[in-house]
């Protein structure tokens, strides 16, 4: 079982940066392939970011790449989401995740979820 909590969200200025953590439970968090989503109100839950077990993969969607930066660190079994450049529509709930199989940009390739935190840009 993995438990994953993220936090770091808040409101923001256009340009503006944020951090977002994700903290997650487990011995074998050094294996987890992970990645985040994010969910805008009426929309579906979107991929952003993703990486392999040991950071030297990562993968971006094109609305992020430039802006956000994944990373991780293994000894303290936190993912991290480093949004810079922030701009109104980023705005959604943001949901760190571990993927057991399949496409590293499809949710349901994703068993373990986090409860999500919000992240809103103001114009």
């Known amino acids: 079982q993995v438990q994953l909590v993220e936090s770091g969200g808040g409101l923001v200025q256009a340009g503006g940066s944020l951090r977002l953590s994700c903290a997650a439970s487990?011995?074998?968090?050094?294996?987890?392939?992970m990645g985040w989503f994010r969910q805008a109100p009426g929309k579906e839950r979107e991929f952003a970011a993703a990486?392999?077990?040991?950071?030297?993969?990562?993968f971006y969607a094109d609305s992020v790449k430039g802006r956000f930066t994944i990373s991780r660190d293994n000894a303290k079994n936190t993912m991290y989401l480093q949004m810079n450049s922030l701009k109104p529509e980023d705005t959604a709930v943001y949901y760190c995740?571990?993927?057991?199989?399949?496409?590293?940009?499809?949710?349901?390739?994703?068993?373990?979820w986090g409860q999500g935190t919000q992240v809103t840009v103001s114009s």
């Open positions: 487990g011995r074998t968090f050094s294996s987890y392939f």
């Open positions: 990486i392999s077990w040991n950071g030297g993969s990562t």
């Open positions: 995740a571990v993927r057991s199989s399949g496409y590293y940009y499809a949710p349901e390739a994703y068993d373990y």
